[in-house]
């Protein structure tokens, strides 16, 4: 089975994708399950939450490398929010990936799949059934990473993952997952959760980190639900909730309480050997 997903990845990786590439692309060929999508990705500069990407059909990672003499040997997937029907791919995750990439962190940007966007604003879906693609991209991005540790200079036991928002559902989906070696070695889930079905919660997960604000009218009863049901099943997170900064507020600096989050974040990191 070891050897078959290493084959699969290997085909992932042309000469046009090779290690010292910045964009790889997550399955052979077409991804499963959307064999027959025929929407057309589209990006969206400028927009209130920054870059935007939609319809995405070709999920990849981008790998944002630091300088091997600084490297920690660690790893974190990003996963960014939109509803699953769009990336808040900026504010949510290559701002994140810069500044991992500064401490001595590699970083993969996620671009999972969306659903295809047919109507203005945001659509009424049922997250279980719009999340799946998104979710088996998200696990695939670990395996992705940890395939190549050593071609990227990493540990396998040090491949964490962070998402925010719809990415946080993402990030809980792969931190949940039955068989313990394919979980991220550590997660982060930023004003999001789970926000289907109530998932089952295993035994023995990795350290957690979760923040979100008191003000999100978006995300706040379904992540308050899921952090305490962390803490019931004991396996409770890092929590840190703050009075005011709204949904989405990802990178942004908006002169609220969550500007400190990735402070927060950073000294949770530390404390794990993530950042020196």
Excluded at 126 to 134: C, F, H, L, N
Aim: aromatic letters at 8%.
């Amino acid at each position: 089975m070891r050897r078959l997903l290493l084959f699969s990845i290997a085909a992932c990786l042309t000469a046009s994708t090779s290690i010292h590439a910045q964009v790889i692309d997550l399955w052979p060929g077409v991804a499963p399950g959307s064999e027959r999508w025929t929407q057309q990705e589209r990006t969206i500069e400028g927009t209130p939450v920054g870059t935007v990407v939609m319809n995405v059909v070709k999920p990849t990672i981008t790998a944002y490398l630091p300088e091997r003499s600084k490297a920690t040997g660690a790893g974190v997937v990003i996963a960014p929010g939109g509803a699953f029907v769009a990336l808040a791919i900026s504010l949510e995750a290559t701002e994140l990936a810069t500044w991992l990439q500064q401490r001595g962190v590699a970083a993969f940007v996620l671009k999972y799949r969306t659903i295809e966007k047919k109507v203005q604003g945001i659509p009424q879906l049922d997250m279980d059934t719009a999340g799946r693609y998104g979710i088996a991209d998200g696990i695939q991005a670990l395996k992705v990473v940890r395939a190549h540790a050593d071609q990227w200079g990493l540990n396998r036991n040090r491949i964490g993952m962070i998402g925010f928002s719809a990415g946080a559902m993402v990030t809980s989906a792969a931190m949940l997952q039955r068989d313990p070696l394919y979980r991220p070695s550590f997660a982060a889930l930023i004003y999001g959760a789970p926000f289907g079905k109530m998932p089952a919660i295993p035994a023995g997960l990795p350290p957690m980190f979760m923040a979100w604000a008191k003000d999100d009218d978006v995300a706040l009863a379904p992540v308050v639900k899921f952090h305490d049901a962390l803490v019931a099943a004991g396996e409770p997170p890092e929590t840190h909730v703050y009075a005011k900064g709204g949904h989405g507020f990802g990178m942004k600096k908006q002169g609220a309480a969550s500007d400190h989050w990735i402070d927060d974040y950073e000294r949770w990191l530390r404390a794990r050997g993530v950042i020196r």
